[in-house]
């Protein structure tokens, strides 16, 4: 629409956002111009009086080549004029908008594509150059959530030469990626450098250091010592090669969360790592390892591990492979787990394999093991070697089995012979004692409640369905189910077909 001003007329733009939008939902962008006068775009006076003038031609955007282009990130442009009455010399119409509505379009941009996507840096960036008004709340999303990737020398220089011009974006980063190995670069002499240069720097709290494919037995101790005195966020170590645990020491104590992803060493198996103890005042909350089962049981019978009695998640997966061979392995990680959740009344154990099976232990004393039905072969084996292995030294009462069924068309199978090795298992001294409580669930993959179609109609409840197919187990004088008189698992409320046809006569 058209304003008139005395003297200067204004144009509104809205274009509407329908890229990446939610269904149903659309931003607008709000982007004011001011025109040029009547007589340099040959519009006469008449034209500014009728009610449509989208014929007419208006230099909406610059002609300049350098000016701002919006079209990454739009995807229809609609434009509507209005004439508006005419207004007295004294008492001017203003449409600018509110600085909330503007500040709702940025934020839009930012959370469309996610906060650290290049698309929307280069789009905050030209919003920049739209006008004033865009300028303050454009500028602080575009430096709220600094993620800075270094590759090479040359991104270290341009970093630090940023730090010493806006000393103010120390506050603003919040993740720093030192990863040599991308586009086939692998001089990794920089790297003590530059953890020696950053570490003098005040990021903050809030910082995270991701480190991908870095040799660190070629560090500069110096470097590292540096950071043994900061308190981080998070720590990543991605395709890290180790010798000795005096390598990682300074990165496993300086973090409340350490990640560690696919660790190696081709070492001997009499090869001595050192020690890895836990500093002093140890703040470590949350763990996750995702690599292999003996690098995994060599960090978790360490002292670090064992003395991490503030965690309160501990997360490990893997992709679980021969289970008479590598059930050694699997016995030190569940044992140890067990070991620190018993001294830390709040730590939630996860163990998860990549083709499905996942045990989750529950501070309140909840097992819940979940199962693929399609699958549910493979699963059971690695499920009942780890309770024949695995002593609960945990007071963990309630066992809740997870089925999913990842094609809603099937029907879930009641086999008790696939069952029989897991109930054995469940019924030795140690887990007999502990375990007192039972309970199934039924899921699809979504998680939405299986429906009681789905069930074979002989089970009216799913404390039924568990009792069949683990008899031994649920048959034990100190074994109950959860809720013994369950009416709500979603299988009550279906007729018998005697009843169903008691019910069809009725209505004859």
Same mark, same amino acid.
């Given at each position: ?18 890229? $990446? &939008?939610?269904?149903?939902?659309? &931003? ?6 001011? =025109? ?53 010399? *004294? ?18 941009? !930012?959370? /469309? ?23 303050? $709340? ?7 959530? @600094? ?23 120390? *506050?603003?980063? +919040? ?17 003590? %450098? ?9 990021? *903050? ?23 043994? +005195? ?43 790592? *050192? ?15 995702? %690599? ?14 064992? /003395? /991490? $009695? ?27 787990? =067990? ?13 998860? %394999? ?46 809740? =089995?997870? @089925? ?34 039972? #309970? ?10 299986? /429906?009681? #179609? ?49 019910? !069809?006569?009725?209505? !004859?």
């Amino acid at each position: 629409m058209i304003s008139t001003r005395p003297r200067q007329p204004v144009i509104y733009i809205w274009a509407a956002f329908t890229k $990446r &939008s939610p269904p149903g939902m659309s &931003s607008i962008l709000l982007i004011h111009v001011p =025109l040029r006068r009547p007589q340099e775009m040959h519009l006469s006076k008449a034209d500014l009086q009728t009610t449509d003038i989208s014929a007419a031609n208006l230099p909406v955007l610059p002609s300049k080549s350098d000016a701002p282009s919006f079209s990454t990130c739009t995807q229809t442009l609609s434009v509507s004029f209005v004439s508006l009455p005419p207004c007295s010399e *004294g008492s001017p119409i203003d449409f600018s908008p509110p600085i909330e509505v503007l500040e709702q379009i940025l934020n839009f941009i !930012k959370g /469309s594509q996610g906060p650290y996507d290049h698309t929307t840096a280069k789009t905050l960036a030209a919003c920049c150059l739209v006008c004033k008004a865009f300028v303050p $709340r454009s500028r602080y999303l575009l430096h709220q959530d @600094v993620r800075i990737e270094l590759q090479t020398t040359q991104d270290l220089e341009r970093f630090i030469r940023s730090l010493k011009a806006s000393p103010s974006l120390c *506050g603003q980063v +919040r993740v720093i990626d030192i990863d040599p190995t991308n586009h086939g670069r692998v001089d990794q002499s920089w790297i003590s %450098c530059a953890l020696l240069q950053l570490s003098t720097y005040d990021f *903050g709290a809030r910082l995270c250091l991701d480190l991908r494919a870095v040799d660190v037995q070629v560090l500069n101790p110096m470097a590292l010592r540096g950071w043994t +005195r900061r308190r981080l966020k998070r720590i990543l170590l991605e395709e890290i090669p180790f010798t000795r645990y005096s390598q990682l020491q300074p990165f496993l104590s300086a973090a409340e969360e350490v990640q560690l992803k696919h660790l190696r060493f081709d070492l001997p198996a009499n090869h001595h790592f *050192g020690t890895l103890i836990a500093p002093v005042h140890h703040t470590l909350r949350h763990l996750s390892l995702q %690599c292999d089962l003996p690098v995994a049981a060599m960090l978790m019978n360490t002292s670090w591990f064992r /003395s /991490s $009695r503030q965690l309160v998640q501990f997360k490990f997966s893997c992709h679980f492979t021969d289970p008479e061979h590598n059930m050694p392995y699997i016995s030190v990680i569940v044992t140890r787990a =067990l070991e620190v959740a018993k001294h830390s009344r709040l730590l939630a154990v996860h163990l998860v %394999c990549i083709s499905g099976w996942k045990i989750h232990l529950d501070p309140h004393g909840i097992t819940n093991v979940e199962l693929v039905q399609e699958r549910l072969w493979g699963h059971l084996l690695y499920i009942t070697a780890i309770f024949q292995a695995t002593s609960l030294t945990v007071a963990l009462p309630t066992l809740r =089995l997870q @089925v999913i069924i990842e094609d809603s068309r099937n029907e879930l199978r009641v086999d008790p012979s696939e069952w029989s090795d897991l109930d054995d298992a469940l019924i030795s001294p140690v887990n007999a004692s502990t375990i007192q409580n039972y #309970e199934l669930t039924l899921s699809y993959r979504y998680g939405a409640l299986v /429906s009681a #179609e789905s069930v074979p109609r002989l089970y009216r409840c799913t404390n039924d369905i568990i009792q069949k197919l683990l008899p031994k187990f649920t048959s034990r004088a100190n074994c109950t189910p959860v809720n013994a008189h369950c009416i709500s698992c979603g299988l009550h409320d279906r007729r018998r077909p005697a009843d169903a046809g008691k019910h !069809k006569n009725r209505g !004859k």
